[in-house]
Structures are given as C-alpha cells and as structure tokens.
C-alpha cells in the first residue's frame, strides 16, 4: 500500500516556468560568468603560477581528490586563451586532455540569433571519435594548440576546441584551490530576490563533499565506546579534555531545526561545556581535585555510572600572572557574515574588557587585510586596542598570508618572565595561516608550545568549518577549541571561563582508572573518544594530553556493570581465569591522574580508590550536578544514535535535566532542556510517531546511519 | 599512443552517452571561460533545474527563485565539476543543496502563502481525487526527516535506484535502502 501510495509521486508533473523568469535567470548567470572570469584574469595576472606552484610543492590541506586534472585543465586553457598566446605542451601521466573535432564555432553561429536554445539544438555533432576512456586509465595529454580571437571573444579553433579531460588518478592531493576556491562573485544584476543563506554557502558543492549534509563543515570521525570486560581490559587511559565546541556546534544546528551529524556529537564536550559546582584544591600543591560518585544509570537499571568530577584549583587573584595575548585573525572575505567578524570583534571587545593592567594585547591579521594590526600594546590603553579591532574588515582573497609566524613572533616579543603567552587564533574555518601542509603546521604549533606560547582556536560560523583540524591545533597547542556561535557562547568563553581557557594550572593531564574485576565486570567509558590513550601512555611523559585552566572542571562517565547484576553484554566464559584477586577489598576500581606543572616537564601522580561507599542506591540521592552529568551523557547518546542512547524517551531525558538544573544563575541548564525539547520534535520517539533508530529487530543495526556514514 | 585507438573504441552511440558528451564539451569550455560554452550549457539545463526545484520546493515562485541562484552558482561552481559523474547528477545535486539553502533560510519560512504548483496529470475534474492523494502524499513525504525524504523523493518521484540515488545523496546504497525503510515505517500509518 505504501509502495503503491508513494508511486503516484512519479506522476507529479512541475509546471513550465515562466519565460520572464528563464531570461532573467540566464542573464543573471551570464554577470556571474562574467565577473567570476575577470576574477580569474586579475588573480592570474597576480602570480597565480607562482602560488599555485607552491601550493603543488607543499600539498594542500583537505584537496578534493582529483582537483588535479581540474588545475591543470583550467591552466592550460583559461590562462593562455586570455593571454592570447600558443599553448604549450603539456604532458602528464595522471592527467589527459583529449582532442577531437568539434563544431563549436559553426555551432555558435547557428545559435547566435536564438535567445531560448531547447535541446534539440544542441543534439551533439557527431564527433570524428567519440572517446571513451575509462575514469581510472591514464591519459596522455595532447597539446600544440592555438588560440584565436574573435569579435574580443575567445573562441577556440577546432580541432583544438574541444578540451576533454579525463580524471586520471582518484587519490592526486594537489588542487586547482586557486580557481576553485574563488568566492562567489557577488551579481549586482539580481533580478530575483534571494534567500540570503543561499548565497553564503555558494560554491561548496564540489563533488567531493557529501552534498546532502546541511553544512560543508568537517568532522573527524570515530566509533563510539563500546563495552570493555574488566577481566580482558582492567585499565581504562584517557586524555582530559575541556574543550566545549562540540556543543556550542550541536546547539546551533539544532535551533536551525536539523539534527547534527552524528561524528559532530562528542559526548565528553557536551559534558563539560556545564559548570559543575565540584569541590577545588585548597593549594596549588595539587592543581585539581577529583569529586566521584556511583549513581544508578539512567537508561539501564542494571548498570551504575561511574562519575569522577575534576575541578582545577583557582589561583587567588593577587597571584595572576600577566597575560600576553595575540589575537591571530582571519579576515578572508568569507568572514564577512554578521555571526563571523563583527562579531568576533564584539567578542574580544569583552576579552579586552576583562585583562589588567599589566596585561598585553597585539594583532595580527591573517588572509584578506594581513600583517600586524596591533603592534604589543598595554591593556591600559584600551582604545587604542579596542580602535585596531574596530578597523578589521573582511575582504579579498586567502592567499599571501604569514599569518601565523608573524604572530608567533610577535607573541615572543612581548614574552616575559612569568607572563601567560597565548596566540588565540579566531577563524571560520580557513587555517590558511602561511603552512599549507596540516603536519608541519602542527609540528611548528608543538616547537612553539615547547617555547612556551600556547594556542587556543575560535571557531565562528558555519558551513566551512574544519572542526577536526581546528580541535587538533589546540590540542597540539595546550590550548582549547571553542565554537562561539553568537554573543552569549563568546561571553561564556572569554568571559566567565576567560580565567580557565587562558591560565592553564596543569598539562598533560591524563587518566587511568583500574576496575576491579572481582567486583566490576564490564565497563564503558562515555565520550573521550577522540582523546583515547594506549594503557601504556599514562606513565610515559613524552606523551601529549589535554590540560586544565583555573578553575575548570572536567567530568567523566562509566557506565560500569557490577558482578552479579544480570546486566552484562558478555556472557562468562566457560574457561575462564580461576578467580585470583581479593574480593573482599570492595573496591570498585582505583583512580590515577597524572599531570605536569604548566611549565614543567615531569609529571606528578594523583590516585584515589573507588570504593563502594560511593555507591548511592537511589539516583535521587545523586547532587545536582551527578544527575544533570548523566542527563547530558544521555541526551548526547540518543542524539547521536548510540547504540545505548535507546532507552530513554527525549521527555525522560528532558525531565532528569529539568529537575537536577540546580540553581543555574546563567541559564546554561534550562537551555539543554530546550534543545532536549527540540530533539525530541525533529527526531520523535516511536513512542510519539518517530522512527527508532537502529532497534530493527530484522538486524538492521549494521545500516544504521550513525555507522554507515 | 593509444589515444587514437581508445577514440574509435569508443564510438558509443547510444543518445545518453553523447548528451553526456555534449555536457562534458560545454563544462571543459565554460571552465576554460568560454561564455558561450557556459551560456549554452545553462539554457540546455534551464529546464531541468526549474523542473528540480519545483518538485521539491512544489511551489513555482520558489522554484524560478532557486533556479536562477543554481544559474549563478553555476559560474563559479562549475569549475568543481570533475567529471566523475554525469553532469546531470552533479547539477541535480547542486539544485539540490541550493533547494535546502532556501528552505533551511528564516526568511523563507514565512513565505509559504503560495499555492502548491505541481500538477498531476490527471488533473481534470475527473482526476481530481488522484491528484489531491498525489499532493497529500508529497506533503507527508515532505514532513519525513531530511534524509528520509530524500531518499523517498529520489527513488519515488524520480524513479531512480537506490544506486544513483545514493550517488546523488552521497552516501551508500544500503543507507539509502535504510532510509527508504525508515521512511515506510513512518508512513505506514498515515497513508
């Protein structure tokens, strides 16, 4: 019956279109064309050989796959036919044009007095050959052509008219970005209103990128946790990470009334981006202090989550170090768009706002208007800051940046004795900072955080966003990634975290919990994902991890399944290890931290057991903060189609939210329980009409969507 | 070389593949900033991305309005087709994302007031009971999730198999058959 209802949609027929609107569409086009050549003309005329050669000698971050044989198509033809010079050979073994005759010319002509061209016009001459070459064959590349003019149009000649090219090898990292990555030119013979959004996302449409996703940013991807049995893998080892922009992320596509990809959805950031009132250390003695609990798990009433609550020690005010912060920014014409730079500007506007006296701010600007804005200056003379911000603007192309080693410069400049040294690196996704190759720009960023000046990212924006790269320089830098989608999010960040996300208290903090199997016997740890560490790693001090600032906290969650619950996924084994460990200790697991000093190089041991006097029997007897954790651990699962995400209802999820909100003076809880709401309309229960992902019973699970994409 | 040879190998004469040809003749040209290369190449498609539009957007006005954007996204856009696929399901995925533009746009949402323009070709007095089940089961299709309704959309309205459709939505085939399978659970009920 459905089949049946569904195929009357093949009998639904669009009407014609309105011939006004055709020509006004073909003429718009036409402007388009025309000002996207004279772009062309002006960037070539600019040295595009030359940059294009560089970009060819050190590879290029996230080319489509391919775009070679588009460079080397468009170089040939485009440059020479406006040069109005013989073309040269050109030969390679990956990249081919194909000559053959053609009869543009006697068809131009022909097309010349009619201004509607219907397809029978243009039924395609029968070609002397008509080749057909396999996508994955080589192709020579066959040259000796020349180009004519004509009435100051360029039209080539036949036989060489017709320019072929054939793909040659799928994996060719070199790109044609210097035409590609042109911006949309901007038509002033619009006839037609537009939606506005639809122009910002011109020219994302390349065949590599999933066209279908609403945005062209990118995720790394990974496969969620899964159930670890304590007798096979006691030692569980990951990296603490503080970083929020998961979640700023998740919130705005959601508010765009979408559902976010599953890879944008890490657990841990949407975790940590809440406040929780754990207790601090008293002393620097020992930077950050651990807060655990063991509450019955939510969506699985056989099953306890393991919660262990870090919070970073707050340094009295009298003990701030001075503050040297670069503000590395990227005014390439694509952040001209109200949710980029104004924005931004407004942003450290309140950055600004927030440093002392003592404190030094310089800017560089990178891609568009580059060099140094802001040579070092004392925050005393906040205009004087506050004025070069205020003149940033978007504009111009990416290309002639040194962005990120003038700022490096500059930073080590004004680098004192005891200062904090930070580059904050504010971009909407175009990491064109003057090292094209991903590696030795992390490797750069790494020599330059061993020097002592950190990194930290800005995200804003949307639709071109790196997120993965974005996430791995900060990392790399013992910085965070944040994503500041509107003036709330960056006063969040700079202002109310502002101590946290600037003053790092310890680095290379990383975790290792050791269950008990004779207590516990299965475990997963939720989120953490990306910040996974070897079990060896935890001792090993060469070994990079995440770090925390003043006053930060960090939250982690395992579900644990407890011996004797009936709650295991493993059945036992029939030949398994004779018992050994001593059953009666109680103990859950053991807790190890380790950490380094901000500026030391070895690193310092914290461990704590997980006894059962932890255990609460009841989740009511959980703080706020435990529940309102394991509401956001929930929401984030169901989210993302987790395979453990099923259980709770989205109004389950919202009312466990609701009620641990706590006393949330900024509203940061009552909005989860908003997007919880919203969730829940775009993706119903089953229960409320919707789909239930990834429980078919005929063991669909493999072709769940959170798997196969 | 073998240039030559693989020239009269592939004397193909179906009318698919030299359409294709045609396209890939015009693409290299209007790559190659040939204007009327590229302005043939858009009244040819003219038609086919308002035809697009309109079945997804089922309102006319809405359709001229993306089709002429998809015209001047074509400009620059056009320098990233790379000729692995036809140009026909490149372009249809580029009206595609242009129609997601413009309904995901606030400023549209607001502008539904215009009457649904797809018409069933039984839409004479007789027909008219056909043609009203046809629109109520577009708009259910409609209401279906993102991807959900594209699939339906692809393989119902367009008749194509899951294979191109999964082309078209980049994906995998089996994600495709996936969503199609969620989708009919959905409307199982309702239709």
Request: charged share 25%; with cysteine.
């Amino acid at each position: 019956m459905t089949d049946e209802a569904l195929s009357t949609l093949k009998s639904l027929r669009a009407p014609q279109p309105s011939t006004e609107a055709r020509k006004l569409a073909l003429n718009a086009a036409m402007v388009a064309f025309d000002a996207a050549q004279a772009k062309t003309k002006i960037s070539e005329e600019a040295g595009f050989f030359t940059r294009l050669a560089q970009k060819m000698r050190g590879g290029w971050i996230a080319a489509p796959a391919g775009a070679a044989a588009l460079a080397l198509l468009l170089l040939p033809v485009g440059y020479q036919a406006l040069n109005s010079t013989s073309m040269t050979r050109l030969e390679g073994p990956k990249v081919g044009l194909e000559s053959k005759d053609d009869t543009l010319k006697e068809e131009l002509a022909k097309q010349a007095g009619a201004s509607t061209i219907t397809s029978t016009t243009t039924e395609a001459p029968k070609p002397e050959g008509e080749a057909n070459v396999s996508p994955q064959a080589p192709v020579v590349v066959r040259g000796g052509n020349e180009i004519g003019r004509a009435d100051g149009t360029v039209v080539l000649n036949a036989p060489e008219s017709d320019q072929r090219f054939v793909m040659g090898a799928p994996q060719d990292e070199i790109a044609a970005d210097a035409l590609a990555a042109q911006p949309a030119p901007s038509v002033t013979a619009k006839m037609r209103t537009v939606a506005p959004a639809a122009e910002a996302t011109l020219g994302i449409a390349s065949q590599t990128a999933i066209p279908l996703e609403p945005t062209g940013d990118e995720f790394a991807k990974f496969t969620e946790n899964g159930v670890k049995i304590v007798s096979e893998e006691p030692v569980s080892t990951f990296s603490i990470d503080v970083d929020t922009a998961s979640y700023a992320y998740v919130r705005s596509v959601l508010e765009d009334g979408y559902l976010p990809e599953p890879d944008a959805v890490r657990l841990e950031e949407l975790i940590n981006y809440f406040p929780y009132a754990y207790q601090g250390p008293d002393s620097l003695e020992a930077p950050f202090r651990a807060t655990m609990a063991v509450i019955p798990t939510p969506w699985n009433n056989k099953t306890e989550l393991l919660e262990i609550g870090i919070k970073g020690y707050v340094p009295p005010a009298e003990m701030r170090q001075p503050l040297n912060l670069t503000f590395l920014i990227d005014t390439s014409g694509s952040m001209d768009e109200p949710n980029k730079l104004p924005l931004l500007k407004r942003s450290f506007g309140l950055l600004v706002d927030q440093l002392q006296d003592g404190d030094t701010v310089s800017i560089v600007a990178y891609a568009g208007s580059a060099g140094i804005v802001l040579e070092p200056t004392k925050a005393t003379d906040r205009t004087k800051i506050l004025g070069a911000l205020d003149q940033l603007y978007a504009g111009g192309s990416t290309a002639g940046a040194e962005g990120i080693a003038l700022a490096y410069q500059v930073a080590e400049q004004t680098k004192q004795d005891g200062s904090v040294n930070r580059v904050i690196l504010a971009t909407d996704g175009d990491f064109n900072v003057g090292i094209s190759d991903p590696e030795e720009l992390k490797t750069y960023i790494k020599s330059k955080r061993d020097s002592g000046v950190f990194l930290s990212v800005l995200g804003f924006g949307r639709g071109n966003l790196d997120d993965a790269l974005m996430q791995s320089l900060a990392q790399i830098g013992n910085g965070n990634a944040s994503y500041i989608d509107d003036f709330r999010e960056a006063k969040k960040v700079l202002v109310e975290e502002g101590g946290a996300n600037l003053v790092t208290i310890a680095k290379d903090v990383k975790i290792q919990v050791e269950f008990n199997p004779a207590v516990v016997s299965e475990y997963r740890l939720i989120g953490y994902e990306t910040r996974a560490l070897n079990r060896e790693d935890f001792n090993n001090d060469t070994v990079d991890a995440g770090e925390i600032g003043a006053g930060h906290t960090v939250t982690a969650l395992y579900e644990v399944t407890l011996k004797g619950s009936g709650g295991e996924l493993n059945d036992p084994l029939r030949y398994g290890p004779a018992e050994t460990v001593d059953a009666t200790s109680g103990e859950l697991g053991f807790l190890k931290m380790r950490y380094k000093a901000p500026d030391g190089d070895q690193s310092k041991l914290i461990t704590a057991p997980i006894t059962s006097e932890l255990m609460l029997d009841d989740i009511s007897k959980a703080s706020a903060d435990q529940r309102f954790a394991a509401a956001v651990a929930a929401f984030g699962q169901k989210l993302k189609g987790s395979n453990y995400g099923e259980a709770m209802s989205w109004q389950q999820i919202a009312e466990l939210a609701n009620s641990s909100k706590g006393t949330d003076p900024e509203g940061y809880r009552a909005e989860l329980v908003q997007l919880i709401n919203l969730a829940g309309v775009l993706s119903p229960d089953p229960s409320d009409g919707g789909r239930s992902a990834c429980d078919d019973p005929n063991g669909a699970k493999t072709d769940c969507p959170s798997m196969m994409e | 070389m073998s240039g030559s040879l693989a020239l009269s190998e592939g004397l193909v004469q179906s009318d698919i593949n030299i359409s294709r040809s045609r396209d890939d003749d015009l693409v290299a040209r209007a790559k190659a900033g040939n204007r009327e290369a590229f302005g043939l190449l858009v009244e040819k498609h003219y038609d086919f991305i308002f035809r697009t539009a309109c079945k997804w957007t089922g309102k006319k006005s809405d359709a001229e309005d993306i089709a002429q954007e998809v015209c001047i996204k074509l400009a620059t856009a056009i320098q990233q087709f790379d000729g692995r696929s036809a140009f026909t399901s490149w372009l249809y995925r580029v009206t595609l994302n242009m129609v997601r533009d413009m309904q995901r746009s606030t400023s549209r949402k607001s502008k539904t007031i215009d009457a649904f323009t797809l018409v069933h070709p039984e839409d004479d007095p007789g027909g008219q009971e056909e043609a009203t089940t046809a629109h109520e089961i577009w708009e259910r299709v409609g209401a279906l999730p993102d991807k959900q309704r594209e699939a339906i959309m692809l393989v119902y309205a367009e008749e194509m198999n899951h294979a191109e459709a999964a082309e078209i939505m980049g994906c995998k085939e089996a994600t495709v058959s996936w969503h199609i399978h969620e989708a009919k659970k959905t409307l199982r009920g309702l239709l």
